[in-house]
């Protein structure tokens, strides 16, 4: 849970490097959030012999940013240097490769050390006080192997031939075992929330759930032992990893994110555009949170093509026209605003949209050409867009697959409607309140009885759209047939 700010802050972190065969991007951004809690580490080249091997991971902080930046700076450390790492041939040179259980093993026993580090650091700094923590997506990549690690509801997401291969669990309070481990713990689990507050059921800090007496780290409420997985590489077929935190997964699902990206690569081969492009689909999609993603392309990834070069081009062209034939058709309520462009263009059939981002990740062409054509644009209604664009269906299935995202923002759209609502009710009644002098000066000698007076006065309450506020402010007795405001 966190406050929310006016407008989303579209300002993003970006890195990209490559090494070891591999090539990376990276993108962060705010959004709608108040704070960036999120943080991430990219490393190609690991030490104690470790060259060939490189480490990428994705830290969703929550209640503050002092967790999630820890981990970023110092899990690969703990990670690779302890003894369960090394037992099984690590820091030998990097011909000798530690066996795979030896490196399941030493991730486990770094995200365990880690913690435990964090909470004597926050019991000597702050006497116990930060309550802050992390869910942790990463990949850590050998010659021969994929290691997947999470601990938390972030996500990775591998894709082999052209579709997803593999994806890791997210952990959450409701899932059958998460759930015992915090009955056994002498916790509940409440709308879907350990003890009815926090989202996750693993994560590293949130020592505030780690304090159960009886019970290991492992038992805890929320528990910071991460799963690991083995995969072996497919020189041939594999493709592309993506680690993401839950405020890319939250309006996009796995399928959908890969096709995006392989459309993306087919017409960029800058994997920070590409992933620019994933953050900005997101937050036009509804996400209110918090977004990173790092994109790790394999040697097998889709390559650029002249003929999606050329399609793309072309949907663009095409947009832009269909945006000034709709803005030439203007009625007489003058300039349509951009949510009644956006919704026009959504009811259409338009071909070659980008899979898995659809006219979301077409936002930004929209709004440029949008904005060319109509400097006097009412800024207002940009935020309006993303739930608009959904219709019912879409809604649900979200607000199903997910729960909070769209669920937010739909609250947070209500809340906004509300209080334009209220405003406008203010001024109705400040109108009201000196329609009694106004009518006693033009009215005759024999005054009104109170009971008629208050007829009067209370009717045209029954709606507060722009045509009946002109009117009351002009003193009319007319009211347009809408329905009131309770319908």
């Known amino acids: 849970m966190g406050a929310f700010l006016d407008k989303p802050k579209m300002e993003k972190h970006n890195a990209k490097g490559d090494g070891n065969g591999l090539r990376y991007g990276l993108s962060s951004m705010q959004g709608w959030r108040v704070e960036m809690e999120d943080a991430h580490t990219a490393v190609i080249g690991l030490p104690n012999g470790l060259d060939p091997w490189s480490f990428f991971a994705v830290y969703d902080g929550h209640a503050g940013s002092q967790v999630a930046r820890y981990c970023c700076e110092h899990l690969l450390e703990h990670i690779t240097s302890n003894p369960d790492f090394q037992g099984g041939g690590g820091g030998g040179g990097p011909a000798v490769e530690p066996n795979v259980d030896s490196v399941k093993s030493g991730i486990r026993t770094g ?43 972030s996500r990775g997401v591998l894709s082999r031939g052209g579709a997803v291969h593999f994806f890791t669990q997210d952990h959450k309070p409701s899932n059958p075992l998460e759930k015992e481990r915090i009955q056994n713990a002498g916790g509940s689990v409440m709308i879907q929330r350990v003890n009815g507050s926090l989202a996750v059921s693993r994560a590293l800090g949130d020592f505030d759930y780690k304090c159960v007496h009886g019970k290991g780290p492992t038992e805890q409420l929320v528990s910071p032992e991460p799963e690991v997985y083995a995969i072996e590489r497919s020189e041939a077929e594999d493709e592309f990893i993506v680690l993401a935190c839950d405020g890319i997964w939250d309006v996009m699902a796995n399928e959908e994110l890969c096709d995006f990206v392989r459309s993306r690569l087919e017409v960029t081969d800058d994997l920070e555009r590409v992933c620019n492009e994933i953050v900005d689909t997101c937050l036009y999609k509804g996400s209110r949170d918090n977004m990173s993603v790092v994109l790790v392309c394999f040697v097998s990834a889709p390559k650029v093509s002249p003929e999606a070069v050329k399609r793309e081009a072309e949907l663009d062209k095409y947009l832009e026209s269909r945006v000034e034939e709709i803005l030439k058709r203007q009625g007489d309520d003058g300039v349509p605003d951009l949510v009644h462009v956006m919704r026009t263009l959504a009811s259409e059939s338009i071909p070659n949209l980008p899979p898995g981002g659809e006219l979301a990740s077409k936002r930004s062409v929209i709004e440029a050409v949008y904005n060319k054509l109509n400097p006097y644009r009412n800024e ?39 209080s334009k609502r209220d405003s406008a009710m203010a001024g109705h009644r400040s109108v009201m309140k000196t329609r009694p002098h106004t009518l006693a000066e033009e009215s005759s000698s024999v005054q009104p009885q109170p009971a008629e007076r208050t007829t009067k006065r209370m009717a045209p309450l029954k709606c507060v759209c722009a045509l009946c506020l002109k009117e009351t402010a002009g003193l009319t007795e007319g009211t347009c047939s809408k329905s009131p405001l309770t319908g």
């Open 111 to 153: 995200f365990l050390q880690i913690d435990d580090h964090m909470r004597q650091i926050s019991e000597k700094k702050h006497g116990g006080a930060d309550r802050s923590g992390s869910t942790a997506v990463g990949v850590m990549l050998s010659p021969r192997h994929i290691y997947f690690i999470n601990c938390g509801d």
């Open 380 to 418: 207002d209604t940009m935020s309006l867009i993303p739930v608009l664009l959904l219709d019912n269906r879409e809604r649900g299935s979200r607000i199903s697959q997910k729960g909070h995202g769209i669920r937010g923002l739909l609250c947070y759209h209500k809340s906004q409607i509300t």
